[in-house]
Each structure stands twice: as C-alpha cells, then as structure tokens.
C-alpha cells in the first residue's frame, strides 16, 4: 500500500485581494474549470478494421467510430491526453445496470491466444441520462503485440492495473493487481496472487476500505481468479463525499491465457471522473 504524494505546485493558493503581499493559503483542492474541450468525439480515430486477439462481454455494442456515440443528454469526454494514445483502437457501449443504487459498467477482456497480449482500455465519454459509457480497447506503441502460445504447460504471469483520475487526467486512485500461475492444459496446478493501492492524499483522497480475495473459480481448477474490492473518498473535491469504487477481477486459465473484468464506479460527482485499465504485462 502506498500513498501517493503530487507537489503542492498542483494546488491553486487564493491571494487576499486587499494584500499588497500576496500570501499562500491553506491548500484546497482546485474548483473544476470550465474550458472549451480540445478532444472531440469526432477528433478521435475511426475504429481500426482489424480484429482484436481477444473477446469480449458486457458491452451494447461496437462502433465504427466515437461520433458515433450519439447518447440522450449531456456527454461528458475524458480530456485526458491518454485517450490519444490507443492505436488498433476499437469502441463499445456499455451500458449500466443498476445494483443497489448505483450504476456499475461490466466489462469482461478475455485473451484468444494463450495470454501474452497486452490491451488497454479508456472510459472515453459516458452519459448519466441514460446510463451509457464510450468505452475504447486498444494498445499503444509500448505495448507488446499479441503472440499465439502452442505450449500447453507452463507458467504465466500478469498485472491488472485499474487508473482513475480527473477529468484532465490528474490521477487520483490506483489498483494493481500482480497475478502469476501454473498450468498443465487441464488445469491451473498453483497460483500466487496480491495486490497493492494508491491514492493522491496531498489532494484529500483517502483509502476507506480495500480488500482482495483469490481463488480457483471451479470444482476443477481450470482458472484462478484475484478480486479486489476497494473504495477511495475525497471531501475536498467536491465540498461533499466522493467516492470511488473498484471491483476489478484479474483471470488466469489452464491454457496460460489471462482475462479482465473491470466494473469500476462513483458517486454524484461535481465534475467527471475516468478511469483506465490495462495489463502491465
């Protein structure tokens, strides 16, 4: 567990206006300001005719381009550099099912060759009106293509890496999740699994709770799961609680291939919030 400290240069110091001195107050989180968005829907790429080494679930469906994304009300779009920087990229709209008050966004990245991809996915726009998310997959210039495996026995490892941040792509939360395991083409024989976390406390936020359970996820050991459960929550944020909600799942099989399931959430936010999520290796 680590927490994570930005320069106190990131925060904006109110000068008294009546000073012919001015003096650095007591730092307080920066109120969002509202400037015209560089990134568009239509500045983004038109989705790439190739197919992706992996399959997915848990999304409406796929979309030629991000224009396309056409949702009922405001559309709220990440303007975080980061979302530029997918290539091969695809997009999917997920939409949101309610569970227990709240909207969660499942989504599901499985590896057709036998796991040493890599992918990265960006919550690039989403609507709370009816509950929609602009999901992009893709892979940057830094990650490794994905190679088809033809040995059935072996060892593998990954790391689930779930990013949050602001709507300019300040980051505020992380999540990692390092899994490693061995398998014989019939079933998974070990795994280790962890898990660590982050959190930007210089701007308020805060661990409330966190979590992880690990395990085989049937009778015959065919796949191991590593689950964290964490929330972070900010009162400078906003002037009010926020709260950020992990529940991403980490999957390796018997094949030596690995999935992600990421189903991240917040609550009533003045200003949007995004995440990210990818395998670091």
């Known amino acids: ?85 997918l290539i091969d990229v695809h997009y999917f709209v997920v939409e949101g099912q309610l569970i227990g008050g709240h909207y969660e966004y499942p989504l599901t990245l499985s590896a057709t060759s036998s796991g040493h991809g890599s992918a990265e996915g960006q919550l690039i726009a989403y609507s709370d009106a009816d509950h929609t998310q602009l999901v992009a997959i893709g892979t940057t210039q830094s990650s490794p293509a994905a190679t088809p495996q033809y040995i059935c026995r072996g060892s593998a490892s990954t790391q689930l890496h779930v990013h949050f941040t602001d709507r300019i792509g300040l980051p505020l939360a992380d999540v990692y999740q390092p899994l490693a395991w061995n398998y014989n083409c019939s079933t998974v024989t070990s795994f280790n699994a962890s898990g660590a976390y982050e959190w930007w406390a210089i701007d308020g936020w805060s661990e409330s709770y966190a979590s992880r359970t690990s395990g085989y996820t049937d009778p015959s050991h065919q796949t191991v799961e590593s689950w964290t459960d964490a929330t972070f929550q900010n009162t400078l944020f906003c002037g009010y609680q926020v709260t950020i909600w992990d529940g991403s799942i980490a999957y390796g099989t018997f094949t030596g291939s690995k999935s992600a399931s990421v189903s991240p959430y917040f609550s009533q936010t003045c200003q949007p919030l995004y995440y990210s999520w990818k395998w670091d290796y």
């Not at 730092?27 to 790439?48: D, F, G, R, W």
């Not at 190739?50 to 009300?73: D, H, M, N, V, W």
């Open 1 to 85: 567990m680590k927490i994570r400290v930005r320069l106190a240069s990131t925060f904006i110091a109110f000068l008294s206006a009546m000073a012919l001195t001015a003096s650095l107050a007591t730092p307080t989180y920066a109120a969002p300001v509202k400037t015209p968005p560089h990134i568009t829907l239509a500045s983004l790429p038109v989705a790439s005719p190739s197919k992706l080494p992996f399959s997915i679930r848990g999304y409406e469906r796929s979309l030629p381009s991000a224009q396309e994304y056409a949702p009922t009300g405001l559309v709220n779009i990440n303007q975080s550099p980061e979302v530029q920087k």
